[in-house]
């Protein structure tokens, strides 16, 4: 029922910015709440931040609170994340997702991206 196909990875350097976006397809998208996730070689799929249906509300894990940015235009079917003050531990493959609720496992979401790499460099 949903397509989701995230932008906007990159090689940046560490202290750097980039903007991914999650571009979505399908006619429920104001329904849905959205995560971003990442997975970095040899582990697990990780919960980075989730947006609340109405964008109203937002939740990050601990490490990217004060870096990291989500927010959604529904009026685009897009959820983005804006990715501030970059650290090497950030690299990984990004990939948004839709489900019921903005909760902080992978569990919860019905619809996933096929993921976009971001690299920091040091």
């Known amino acids: 029922q949903v397509q989701l196909v995230e932008s906007g990875g990159g090689l940046v350097q560490a202290g750097g910015s980039l903007r991914l976006s999650c571009a979505a397809s399908g006619r429920t998208f104001g329904g849905y709440a959205m995560g971003w996730f990442r997975q970095a070689p040899g582990k697990e799929r990780e919960f980075v931040a989730a947006i609340s249906w109405s964008g109203g509300n937002t939740y990050y894990r601990g490490s990217v609170k004060g870096r990291f940015t989500i927010s959604r235009d529904n009026a685009k079917n897009t959820v983005y994340l804006q990715m501030n003050s970059l650290k090497p531990e950030d690299t990984a493959v990004y990939y948004c997702?839709?489900?019921?609720?903005?909760?902080?496992?992978?569990?919860?979401?019905?619809?996933w991206g096929q993921g976009t790499q971001v690299t920091v460099s040091s």
């Open positions: 997702a839709a489900g019921r609720q903005p909760v902080d496992s992978t569990y919860g979401y019905d619809y």
